[in-house]
């Protein structure tokens, strides 16, 4: 498959643009856990295509064997706060979350213009998926995880990330998307070994339209993927991040918060994770 031309072929690109906001080595001095949480944090270390990488690791410090993992994948802003958190939640869960950083030396940015060039570098090219897989091949070496149960998540430029990883052949059990962009499925892709897909997706987003969407499915459908759609009425664009309102007072067109649907879509994640996992 050649993983560049099908990504240089989706129409979601320009769109997104504008649009989303050899050993591991142990950061010792990030390693922590906030008092009485339950849970270990750990900024881990990787290369990627040269490029040092700085992943959050985050699990329950009351695991006693291998558990599933789930790659929590950032939007375009790259590896913040609110990527974060949404690891820490699925931590609770009992999963081992980790967010790997796609732009390098832990970068991000609150400016859609430096965001858009972060973002640049890696749209269109095997890059976006190599380096989603570098962070994962770099968990794979810790006795924390099961090889077997692993899952990838990503919220706008990390659903594309996270679709693109798992076109890549990675060994993907379950993939889903937050208004994520919608890459077509390759042609030959069905006949493999495939995940799960969980589409959550606003049914008003402007900047992955119905056009998009539709073309989605209907490569799904001719590969007989076993996915799920979802759309939230009245939902825009980055529609579960609550900071996606502060992005729209700042210009940033078809964004936008939308508490009910952020709330019912997260739920819709853990069942769908419960039933891939068997947890």
């Not at 119905?210 to 979802?230: C, G, H, P, R, T």
């Not at 502060?246 to 994640?269: E, M, P, R, T």
């Amino acid at each position: 498959m050649n993983l560049s031309k099908v990504l240089a072929g989706s129409l979601l690109v320009t769109g997104l643009f504008a649009a989303c906001m050899n050993e591991v080595k142990q950061d010792k001095q990030a390693a922590s856990a906030s008092p009485g949480s339950g849970l270990k944090e750990e900024t881990i270390t990787y290369q990627g295509d040269g490029a040092t990488m700085n992943g959050y690791l985050v699990y329950a410090d009351s695991i006693t064997k291998r558990q599933p993992v789930v790659l929590v994948v950032h939007e375009w802003w790259g590896l913040n706060d609110y990527i974060k958190s949404r690891a820490r939640q699925i931590a609770e869960w009992g999963y081992v979350a980790f967010a790997p950083d796609m732009y390098g030396a832990g970068q991000t940015t609150t400016d859609p213009k430096v965001a858009g060039e972060y973002a640049g570098k890696l749209y269109g090219k095997p890059l976006l998926a190599e380096r989603a897989k570098a962070g994962l091949d770099q968990l794979l070496k810790t006795d924390l995880v099961d090889a077997k149960k692993i899952g990838s998540i990503g919220f706008c430029f990390g659903g594309a990330t996270s679709l693109a990883l798992a076109y890549s052949g990675a060994p993907l059990a379950a993939v889903a998307t937050f208004h994520g962009g919608l890459i077509p499925v390759p042609a030959g892709y069905g006949a493999k070994t495939t995940p799960k897909f969980l589409i959550l997706h606003g049914a008003l987003d402007p900047l992955v339209p119905k056009k998009v969407v539709d073309e989605f499915l209907a490569s799904a459908n001719a590969e007989k993927l076993d996915y799920q759609l979802v759309l939230y009425s009245g939902a825009v664009h980055a529609f579960s991040n609550p900071n996606a309102d502060k992005a729209k007072a700042a210009g940033l067109n078809g964004v936008g918060y939308n508490a009910a649907a952020a709330k019912h879509s997260w739920d819709q994640l853990k069942v769908f994770l419960n039933e891939v996992f068997g947890s």
